[in-house]
């Protein structure tokens, strides 16, 4: 299976056991229910992801782990705001992670998002500028949905909750999402404009 096709899927992933909450929870109005069968297909999850790759990723690791710590320390206190609080703790070693990006030397973003380009294309340096303003407004973003995922766990009804943690995120994502589509046809014109950038023929 291809990088982006999993990429795709480990996207989607973050969504299931959330919908699974959601639907258990408005079946039976169990938390407790609610939460083990969210923790189950979890799991699941991961045992399908490493039937399809043969490794675990230790993104998917670090989700599924985050989901049977809280969901199980919920249980046991009879807490939900511990399993309601995951994507919030997701969300923000993400932000860590994308501030730690925007702050390394340009040579090293160079290196990691050429990586991404089309074979064949080398990246512009000069595309780094726009990226990494990219990072910060991506950043900024999952702030705002960060603050969204703790107002409503502590203040929303369960399913309002689960609703902005999970779908809500992707359906306010639109806007931000054209926003970037705009600057990478940027990148892509600055790319096309400078004459470092090279492309090989491969010859059949």
Known sequence: ???????????????????????????????????????????????????????????????????????AISIISKNEMFFKVKPAIIEGATVVFMLVMFFLPDSILLNYFGRMMPKGITLNPAAIGLMKTMLLWMCAYIVVHIGAILYTAFFCSRRMWAIVSGPGFYLLFIPIMIGLLIKRAKIRKVSRANPSITKTTVSR
């Open 1 to 71: 299976m291809d990088e982006k096709r999993m990429a795709m899927m480990q996207i989607f992933g973050q969504l299931l056991p959330l919908l699974v909450f959601i639907i258990v929870d408005s079946i039976c109005n169990n938390i407790k229910v609610s939460i083990i069968s969210a923790i189950l297909f979890a799991v699941g999850q991961l045992s399908f992801y490493y039937t399809k790759t043969g490794k675990f990723d230790w993104f998917v690791l670090v989700d599924v782990a985050l989901i049977a710590a809280l969901g």
